[in-house]
């Protein structure tokens, strides 16, 4: 551009100041825009303003209106409100955009306003103002009073609400660094790298992820205005969007007019080639697409390496052309979006480029997120697969060797575990100390070929150790009467705690799990069973006792989890009772609708008119938590009258009356609304209402069961082992004691004296042979009650539940049998134990006489393990047992009888267990109530009794003695001190 003066002389005018107006005016929009705005406001270049106004063109010129020369003096000065600041933005009409940018559809990141070439990175930057105020070239205004210009159009998107105040995504100081902004206004970049300045380059700044389409130039802030460089060629360094009919490309027709066709054979491939790829937005090299255009000749399509060589950003579209997923993504869809930008036309969403990006984004975090989910899955079912097959595999040898390791040196792991589904875990209050009421286990070490490794799920303290050190010392004593013979076991039996118990307070994990993981219990274990005979015995069996024992390289001595889990639920266990045949009360079982329970259970009370009260159980709780009952009868209104036909129709005739149907339908028309103000769950904390019970009982199913109809009920529980031979042999048996109500079990006593030995026997064994039929191992207990028929007289005998895991009454029966020295016989149901030192009368006169002295005599003990008193806490063990010491509660070495504590943990303390062993059953009761009363003195204030369960323990107590002997005058004549004590 040349500038004449009236004397005729040309001069250069400085381009630089020119640039400077059109970047303050317009906020740095590109050398497109400028150049377009220069061409429309020339009128003679008609043909060009015609190729400027395409459809498809990638600018968008706003209509301008020609302006009259303002004349002189007539410019506004820095005074002026109105004026516009050479460093500051013109005022914003105040006109809503017709196409108003919402927050959500705002480019952010990399592709921004500035990644789309509407707004420079360095307009995002506070610049101090310049040391000299350049000079200005004539440049015409734009009107203030006509349709919005390209920037008022911009700023009306980023003000949609028209506040005077725009606000820039938080995303973009992350990339850009700070920025200022006031109302109205945001402060300018200095001159930058453009077509019109041959400046020399400044230091590139490229995003982190390269993903913006070229380098952004940004010049130090403290450096002052350039000097313009003398002009080139434009076309030779223009950044255009890579589209055939684009302005930038369009510009080079008239240059390169030899190689006009090489350039378009060019462009249209490589536009295709980041249009299948759905690149968001690319720019190309004008000197580097005339060069390579000049030199080959195009008549196939360019290769990839081509198309890249002349992109300005050919590294950050690489990425995108080459990552892996993304081929799937075809020319539809999103990337038809980004081929519409690519084209430079309008996208269907303000900044859906950027949007597409994020969006493949998520879909291949998503999608690496489900493979890795994937595999992890994959790798779990195929660990589990592998834990299983080692299990039968190790279970086979175990059945193979089983006669020679029972017999030789071996060391039996025991893991007292829960391993119940995970809603019933988050019921049981205290998982951990309900994990630990099976010390008795360690008692296997009687055994002088066997050595125990206890899984303790609590951490004991030294003075807890001691005394379990103290306790199984008592071997070689209890065997010579003599305390002095008191052993050091410690050698025959490890109790270790695995270090993550406190890993996982709120997820409620088994003891196998948490054994599981903690690796350096794990690790020592290994160590201790290096070359010898070892088997694991667990407790409620748990997938991941099949991990530790594959581990620990150890045969499983119990069932596979699957099969326990079937057969342990209520209606699991109907089905073995009923594949073995044995009596079982009248009932339903798979209970699992509100209709279906309703029909059973009015055609159960109608074909048991004799049964009053009716339990209902769920099927996966277990303690009696999950139980509630009903006398159905007593509030029935319909009852009389269905008593009286049926009296009157007689039985046979009955079976087919009408009266039967019309009773059945009473019924059932009944129930609901009895049911729901009359069951009484046993655990009401947990469902205080029929409704709440209901829900958890349809839910995981259940069965409907008759109590009996009898006024002595007694139950009892057997353990038995199929070992894996698939002999099945009877451990143990104990009559229930009920401190907390009928239908809860707080206690044994042992062996059982309620059922005729032989007919228990022959039952368990039919069960026993019915679980082994169905894949049942290891350790089991069954549950029985027996009653006697109101009409017949005769005892009656029903199976009611099957706990396929090692009972806490089996722990108490190894202690008992332990500190006895003895042999409990279930088959005749005694205890034998040897004679101790002291001889009574009959029996020195019986030695003394011509028979040998008598080998045994019958004992009997009585057991439990669930003892609380929340006064216990406020005490000591050490304390305690001095306390019980200075009472006479003790065990007698001489004698092998007395009382012995099962301490569980010494940090709450509120909880333990207690076995009283002797010769009579009425004055071992007597005994065991008399204990719970004198601590229950001694640690209770009088104000303040404490929550304990003493009281209703001594309450059963009672009970049964009045019950099963009626001789309760002569104990208290002969005992008064346990009768007053029982009295309390």
Known sequence: MEKTNLKGN???????????????????????????????????????????????????????AKRKSAPVGSQKTGKDPTATSPWALPAFLSLGSPLPLLEEDSPKGALSLTGQRLILPGALRTLPAPPAVPRAAPFPEFPRQHKKSALGEIGSRLDPENTGTITFPKAKEAIYGPYSSSKGSIAPLPPSNSVLSTRKPKPEWRCPAEQLESAVHVPPQTQPPQTAQPFQDPCLDWDTAVHQKAPGVLALQHPHHSSWGSIVGFVEPTEKLLKDHSVPLATISGQKLAQITSDLDFKVNPTKSDALSVLKSHSAVEKILNPAGRSCRGRGGSAGAAAGRQRGGPSPVAGSGQQQQWAAGVISTSWRSRSHLARLRNGLREARRRHLENFYSRAKHLAANWNRIRTSRRTIIHIPSLGYSQHIREHIPDLALQQNLQMGRLCDILDANVDVIYICPLALSEELLQYYNKLLGLQAAVRSGNPEDMADLQDRFKILTPEAINSFPEHHMCLATVLKYSPRTMQRLQVLLQGRDAYMVGGVPHLDDLAVADQLQVPLLGSEPAVAQLYSTKSGSKRIFASAGVPTPPGEWDIRSREQLLRALSQLILDNLEVQRWLFKVDDEHGGDGTAFCDVTSHLECYPWIQREWQGHGPEVWSESQARELALVKISQELPGLLAQHVQPVNEKRFPTWEKFLQTFLTQGGVIEAFPSSGSVTNLTVDLLIEPTGEVTLLSSGDQLHAEGPLRSSGTTIPQRSVDPEVLKALCLKIGEACKSKGVLGYFSVDFVAFTHPQTGEQQVWATDLDLCYSDQLALSQLLVYLTDGNLDCGSSILQAPLGAKESKGQRLQHEGTKPPAPSSPWCAVASSQLRHSSLSGISYNLLLHICKAHGIGFDLQEKQGTVFVLYEDQKRHSLGMITIGEDLQGVLLTFARNLFIIHQEISAPNMQGETNFKMAIRDIEAILGVTAGNKLRLEEEQPWEADALKE
């Open 10 to 64: 040309a001069e250069a005018v400085d381009i630089c100041d020119l640039r400077k107006a059109t970047e303050r005016t317009e906020l740095g929009l590109r050398q497109q825009v400028e150049m377009d705005f220069k061409i429309m406001l020339d009128a003679e270049k008609v043909d060009i303003k015609a190729g400027l106004k395409h459809p498809n063109d990638e600018t968008r010129l706003p209509l301008i």
